[in-house]
């Protein structure tokens, strides 16, 4: 059934009839390392979508990601056609086209049980570029996909804090729901949300900058958050602003776009938001691993120390509802696992409700006993969009599923 979430109705699965063709937004964005997948969390947490549109019935056609433009890992979609197609047990035919005559005419001949899986859609800027959704809506990209659809399934919980085209313009020019996916990640916000349970605390690290400072000064200014502790390049970013020397991995946070946000930072600390740093890391320095202080760092910050974890731990115990963005460390690394490890454990030991973002979490979670893994409220693939609506903000793509019920309900 419809979900109601920050006063806005959000139609699911169970309230659209839609057997024909089917246009899915995914979010298949995943790292990828020498043409590999890396990662297959998220196209896993999709299969239940997938597989109940096509016990319907339906002919699909997905849309996502991958990458931004300019950056190493943005890519054609061929790869993840690939891998969908293992998983879902059904061949995934990709089109090196979205929206050109090779798309539309494959869509034309789209069959019940076919799934096609068009290529990445930013190499449209349309797809890149901010707008309302009524902008959207009249965006070469949504007039010519739209038309071919009998409607649209926005599963890409993930991508939701983006006002793009294939999030915001194609609902209102289709009957469309949430997936089963976003239905979860939106249940889950909704129990947070509706729960109030304080003192709530938020664990950030990731190294998007400027979307994490401005989460955090939304957290920050809306009072959502009692207190935001920072791991990994957020901490970095937070412990130079602080006029502290980070050695080499400075080179990281400007690479990461520090420089744009490092005085928003300031301001942050200035202003006296409940921003926490990392006292000591886990450092690699010359292929040596030690304990150093965060005032004098040498090397590449690999984890959070032990006086940090400690420090942290003590928070996290104490809190009402605990949202873990990102792991704490290098978690690909297992010498850089423990501090992530420990704060996951402090989180499920605290009886707070949990959420945590990011598809690391899984793989820390399996490590934990029975016992304690039961006590996990939500694993969400998301990050930002997860900050963002806990912190009170309508997501651009939930707000576009609530105008195209308002339009299509009847």
């Known amino acids: 059934m419809a979900i109601e979430v920050l006063g806005l109705r959000i139609p699911t699965l169970d309230d659209i009839t839609c057997t024909g063709r089917i246009l899915v937004r995914l979010d298949l964005n995943s790292p990828i390392k020498n043409d590999k997948i890396l990662d297959d969390t998220r196209f896993r947490a999709h299969l239940p979508t997938l597989r109940e549109l096509l016990d319907k019935g339906a002919g699909l056609v997905l849309l996502s990601h991958q990458g931004r433009p300019g950056e190493d890992d943005f890519r054609s979609l061929d790869i993840h056609a690939s891998l969908l197609s293992e998983l879902l047990g059904t061949n995934v035919e990709f089109i090196p086209d979205v929206i050109g005559p090779a798309a539309i005419e494959r869509i034309k001949k789209i069959k019940p049980g076919d799934v096609i899986m068009l290529d990445n859609t930013r190499i449209y800027s349309e797809d890149y570029v901010e707008a309302p959704p009524e902008v959207h809506a009249k965006s070469i990209f949504v007039k010519r996909l739209s038309p071919h659809f009998d409607c649209f399934v926005n599963d890409a919980f993930s991508a939701a804090h983006r006002s793009q085209a294939s999030i915001v313009g194609l609902p209102l020019s289709l009957p469309s729901a949430a997936g089963r996916l ?32 401005k989460v955090i000064e939304y957290l920050y200014e809306s009072g959502a958050a009692d207190e935001i502790l920072t791991t990994g390049l957020t901490a970095l970013l937070f412990i130079a602003a602080r006029g502290e020397n980070i050695g080499e991995a400075i080179k990281l946070v400007e690479k990461k776009g520090g420089p744009q946000v490092l005085e928003r930072a300031r301001r942050l600390i200035g202003e006296g938001a409940p921003i926490r740093v990392p006292v000591d890391f886990l450092v690699e320095d010359n292929g040596n691993v030690e304990v150093m202080g965060a005032h004098a760092l040498k090397g590449w910050p690999k984890d959070i120390g032990p006086e940090t974890i400690s420090e942290y731990s003590k928070i996290i115990k104490s809190a009402g509802t605990v949202i873990m963005k990102g792991p704490a460390g290098v978690v690909e690394d297992e010498r850089f696992r423990n501090g992530t490890i420990k704060l996951v454990e402090a989180a499920l030991e605290s009886g707070a409700y949990t959420i945590f973002g990011g598809g690391h979490f899984n793989m820390i979670l399996s490590l934990m006993p029975p016992e304690l893994r039961r006590r996990a409220g939500h694993v969400s693939v998301a990050g930002g969009a997860l900050l963002y609506i806990l912190a009170g903000e309508a997501l651009p793509g939930i707000v576009a599923l609530h105008k195209s019920w308002q339009i299509y309900s009847g």
Not at 184 to 206: I, N, Q, T, Y
């Open 182 to 213: 976003m239905e979860a990640e939106l249940r889950a916000v909704s129990k947070a949300l509706e729960s109030g349970r304080r003192p709530r605390v938020f664990v950030l690290g990731g190294s998007k900058l400027k979307d994490m400072i």
